[in-house]
């Protein structure tokens, strides 16, 4: 994409005009670049409107680029994204990008985070890939045994189910 098109889109996104938002959805969707992600990520805090959130949530999970798992990775936290962090946390589950080395992330948002974001952070954690994880895996266990006392009870269940499922995992990998 040429300079000059990205800042065109950036000041198309950054209109109060809906129907223009959406038009330039639409030309990124085709032929945007990953320099434009803190837009879409703005447009996410700015927009009450279903139909800009959805279209920039499917513009962001078709992402496929290590670029961009850091990016999420390096803002999931981001008290300026607080508003967002389950809209990231399902980008994270729903998108074809590996994140099995960010297990550790994944798991203080379950311990640390609401019930919501921890159901999030609990469904990447299920859909995440074992093959070589066995430290960190059994490492993320045992940061959930030692912090399950402190947990509500909602989230106790959950974790309750990870620990199993972790030790499963590294049956399966042993």
């Not at 000041?11 to 837009?39: A, H, R, V, W, Y």
């Not at 967002?84 to 311990?111: G, R, V």
């Amino acid at each position: 994409m040429k300079e000059n098109n990205k800042n065109s889109y950036i000041e198309l996104l950054n209109t109060n005009n809906p129907i223009i938002i959406k038009e330039t959805l639409k030309k990124i969707q085709i032929d945007g670049d990953i320099d434009i992600i803190p837009s879409l990520f703005e447009l996410l805090v700015k927009y009450k409107n279903e139909e800009i959130g959805d279209t920039t949530l499917n513009i962001l999970k078709d992402i496929k680029l290590s670029k961009f798992k850091n990016y999420i990775l390096n803002n999931i936290n981001n008290p300026k994204y607080s508003k967002i962090k389950t809209n990231l946390l399902s980008i994270c589950w729903e998108s074809s990008i590996d994140f099995s080395d960010n297990l550790n992330i994944f798991a203080e948002i379950i311990i640390e985070d609401d019930f919501i974001n921890s159901f999030e952070a609990y469904t990447i954690i299920k859909n995440l890939n074992y093959d070589s994880n066995i430290d960190s895996t059994k490492e993320v266990i045992e940061y959930f045994k030692s912090n399950i006392q402190s947990i509500n009870s909602q989230k106790k269940e959950l974790i309750y189910d990870l620990i199993k499922f972790l030790e499963k995992q590294i049956d399966i990998q042993i």
